[in-house]
């Protein structure tokens, strides 16, 4: 993680500290972070700042982003109107390295002692004295297979470097897998589609897995292996590319059979199709891609954008960051609306989703993000993600927000409360919505005992100098009633952190309030983030 080495004071802030605004009045404890007192004392008096129309220090954060992953990112015009979930199979078979000729996957001693190694965990099924055994007798051996871009598990295998026979292949007996012997390529040809066959048994669809369906060009593909693997023609593939592949190839699999769209109102996105610009990231922390759109009100374009025309006066714009894309991204034209009518400040609105070939509405796939991978989700919107755009949109991030909601207002409340730890600040601001601190993907994860302590945050300060807003349905306790155990219920876990944040202010300036809407768990969102836009709230 990219941590906090120096807070950076602008001239800016000292102003700012000087005109007597101020967030939460209890000074931060000294041993917080490196700094002098007083500029823990303008963190505190910048982030209780509201939105201001006065003209600002444009500020550049540090990007932490490797070369690889900055050339990585893609920039475009809007893309969701045309259901690219539904196109991102062909277009990743497009930039498949493995897309044309035959890789084998081939295994040398070496390499499995050094798997051995490396992951003891995938062999923990073995006793000791089997584990000596198999370091024994591991050799030479053939892992899997890729033609023309399409991949091939192990059960058929080609004799690679092995002269006790030309190949085998595994059938079920018994319940058992048990091996049999091809003796040439015309034995091959002949038993092939007769195997195929076999393997088409819903029995074997964890055993004999390909991403082709079509038997000709499998059969085609398998006679290509043998006679690559005979001849030594092949290319060789990275140890456990075919493992990954399939995993991929599964987790898609079961992707499928879910929607992945994203919830649109076609016709107000339409509207706003030219306002929006598409960001692709790829972040090696998560090891996944991300979409990003970011959308300005009109009136703005030139202004917030940096260097779009040299002749206008820059102008900063705070930004407020919209997690759950998937859902989101459908708000970002009524957000656009209030701004134009002139209900609301203008602002910028970023939302950040999955990649489209995930289901992003998936819990399993938002818990990857949210809860297993919260620090690393944090480390790419802080170190990489908002300096990124802030080189290219003059963005006020003293006043700018984070919103989650559920899984991912759990997040909201992580990135919240381990702010303090990082040199850029990107936000003054967060919004926790209907947080599931409840939920199985929370309470299973290592550090929820931090969790329920704000990850300690108030033993490194004396108080939040961020402002922070809880918000929640009060009928949603009884959608999840059954999930809560021992655990606060939503509405409980919303007062509780609110108590928790104001208990360290000065009661006349508290840094953290709440808001319920007559609402279940998700119905009251578009509501309350029009309410705060337009500073209701």
Same mark, same amino acid.
């Given at each position: 993680?990219?941590?906090?080495?120096?807070?950076?004071?602008?001239?800016?802030?000292?102003?700012?500290?000087?005109?007597?605004?101020?967030?939460?009045?209890?000074?931060?404890?000294?041993?917080?972070?490196?700094?002098?007192?007083?500029?823990? $004392?303008?963190?505190?008096?910048?982030?209780?700042?509201?939105?201001?129309?006065?003209?600002?220090?444009?500020?550049?954060?540090?990007?932490?982003?490797?070369?690889?992953?900055?050339?990585?990112?893609?920039?475009?015009?809007?893309?969701?109107?045309?259901?690219?979930?539904?196109?991102?199979?062909?277009?990743?078979?497009?930039?498949?390295?493995?897309?044309?000729?035959?890789?084998?996957?081939?295994?040398?001693?070496?390499?499995?002692?050094?798997?051995?190694?490396?992951?003891?965990?995938?062999? $923990?099924?073995?006793?000791?004295?089997?584990?000596?055994?198999?370091?024994?007798?591991?050799?030479?051996?053939?892992?899997?297979?890729? =033609?023309?871009?399409?991949?091939?598990?192990?059960?058929?295998?080609?004799?690679?470097?092995?002269?006790?026979?030309?190949?085998?292949?595994?059938?079920?007996?018994?319940?058992?897998?048990?091996?049999?012997?091809?003796?040439?390529?015309?034995?091959?040809?002949?038993?092939?589609?007769?195997?195929?066959?076999?393997?088409?048994?819903? #029995?074997?669809?964890?055993? *004999? =897995?390909?991403?082709?369906?079509?038997?000709?060009?499998?059969?085609?593909?398998?006679?290509?292996?043998?006679?690559?693997?005979?001849?030594?023609?092949?290319?060789?593939?990275?140890?456990?590319?075919?493992?990954?592949? *399939?995993?991929?190839?599964?987790?898609?699999?079961?992707?499928?059979?879910?929607?992945?769209?994203? #919830?649109?109102?076609?016709?107000? =996105?339409?509207?706003?199709?030219?306002? =929006?610009?598409?960001?692709?990231?790829?972040?090696?922390?998560?090891?996944?891609?991300?979409?990003?759109?970011?959308?300005?009100?009109?009136?703005?374009?030139?202004?917030?954008?940096?260097?779009?025309?040299?002749?206008?006066?820059?102008?900063?714009?705070?930004?407020?960051?919209?997690?759950?894309?998937?859902?989101?991204?459908?708000?970002?034209?009524?957000?656009?609306?209030?701004?134009?009518?002139?209900?609301?400040?203008?602002?910028?609105?970023?939302?950040?989703?999955?990649?489209?070939?995930?289901?992003?509405?998936?819990?399993?796939?938002?818990?990857?993000?949210?809860?297993?991978?919260?620090?690393?989700?944090?480390? +790419?919107?802080?170190?990489?993600?908002?300096?990124?755009?802030?080189?290219?949109?003059?963005?006020? +991030?003293?006043?700018?927000?984070?919103?989650?909601?559920?899984?991912?207002?759990?997040?909201?409340?992580?990135?919240?409360?381990?702010?303090?730890?990082?040199?850029?600040?990107?936000?003054?601001?967060?919004?926790?919505?209907?947080?599931? +601190?409840?939920?199985?993907?929370?309470?299973?994860?290592?550090? +929820?005992?931090?969790?329920?302590?704000?990850?300690?945050? *108030?033993?490194?300060?004396?108080?939040?100098?961020?402002?922070?807003?809880?918000?929640?349905?009060?009928?949603?306790?009884?959608?999840?009633?059954?999930? *809560?155990?021992?655990?606060?219920?939503?509405?409980?876990?919303?007062?509780?952190?609110?108590?928790?944040?104001?208990?360290?202010?000065?009661?006349?300036?508290?840094?953290?309030?709440?808001?319920?809407?007559?609402?279940?768990?998700?119905?009251?969102?578009?509501?309350?983030?029009?309410?705060?836009?337009?500073?209701?709230?």
């Amino acid at each position: 993680m990219k941590r906090i080495t120096r807070i950076t004071v602008t001239a800016l802030s000292i102003l700012m500290l000087i005109q007597g605004l101020a967030g939460c009045s209890a000074k931060r404890d000294s041993q917080s972070i490196p700094g002098s007192e007083d500029s823990k $004392s303008i963190e505190s008096a910048v982030a209780g700042a509201s939105l201001s129309s006065e003209v600002k220090t444009i500020v550049t954060l540090k990007n932490h982003m490797t070369e690889q992953e900055k050339s990585q990112v893609t920039e475009g015009p809007l893309q969701v109107l045309d259901e690219p979930w539904n196109l991102s199979q062909e277009k990743k078979k497009e930039s498949d390295p493995y897309k044309e000729g035959v890789f084998l996957e081939i295994w040398e001693r070496e390499d499995q002692l050094r798997d051995i190694e490396e992951r003891p965990e995938e062999y $923990s099924y073995m006793t000791a004295e089997e584990m000596e055994e198999y370091k024994k007798n591991t050799g030479r051996s053939y892992a899997g297979a890729i =033609v023309d871009g399409r991949s091939y598990a192990t059960m058929i295998v080609p004799a690679v470097g092995n002269d006790d026979y030309y190949g085998i292949y595994y059938v079920r007996e018994n319940g058992q897998l048990v091996i049999k012997e091809i003796k040439d390529f015309e034995d091959l040809k002949k038993r092939l589609p007769e195997i195929l066959e076999e393997y088409t048994k819903d #029995e074997y669809k964890y055993y *004999f =897995v390909s991403d082709c369906t079509d038997r000709e060009v499998m059969e085609k593909d398998i006679l290509r292996i043998f006679q690559a693997a005979d001849e030594n023609t092949y290319q060789k593939l990275p140890i456990r590319t075919t493992k990954q592949r *399939f995993d991929k190839y599964l987790q898609d699999k079961a992707n499928q059979e879910q929607d992945l769209s994203w #919830e649109l109102d076609k016709d107000a =996105v339409k509207a706003i199709k030219d306002q =929006v610009t598409e960001y692709h990231f790829y972040d090696e922390g998560l090891d996944r891609e991300l979409v990003v759109h970011v959308a300005i009100p009109k009136g703005h374009e030139s202004s917030a954008v940096k260097a779009l025309s040299p002749d206008v006066q820059p102008e900063v714009l705070p930004a407020l960051v919209l997690t759950d894309a998937v859902w989101r991204f459908n708000d970002i034209a009524k957000l656009l609306d209030e701004m134009e009518a002139g209900r609301a400040k203008p602002q910028i609105l970023i939302s950040i989703g999955q990649d489209y070939s995930i289901c992003n509405s998936e819990n399993m796939e938002r818990s990857a993000v949210f809860c297993e991978g919260k620090d690393k989700f944090l480390d +790419f919107i802080t170190d990489d993600l908002m300096p990124y755009l802030s080189e290219k949109y003059n963005i006020d +991030f003293e006043n700018s927000t984070l919103f989650g909601h559920s899984l991912g207002g759990v997040f909201a409340h992580y990135a919240a409360f381990n702010s303090d730890r990082y040199e850029n600040q990107p936000f003054g601001k967060y919004i926790i919505g209907s947080p599931a +601190f409840w939920s199985p993907y929370s309470t299973e994860m290592k550090d +929820f005992k931090d969790q329920k302590n704000d990850y300690g945050y *108030f033993d490194r300060n004396q108080a939040m100098n961020k402002k922070i807003l809880i918000t929640g349905g009060t009928d949603e306790n009884e959608d999840y009633q059954e999930y *809560f155990g021992e655990n606060d219920s939503t509405l409980d876990a919303i007062a509780h952190l609110e108590e928790r944040v104001n208990a360290h202010c000065d009661p006349a300036n508290s840094m953290a309030r709440s808001k319920l809407y007559k609402s279940h768990h998700y119905q009251y969102i578009p509501d309350m983030l029009k309410e705060y836009v337009d500073e209701k709230i």
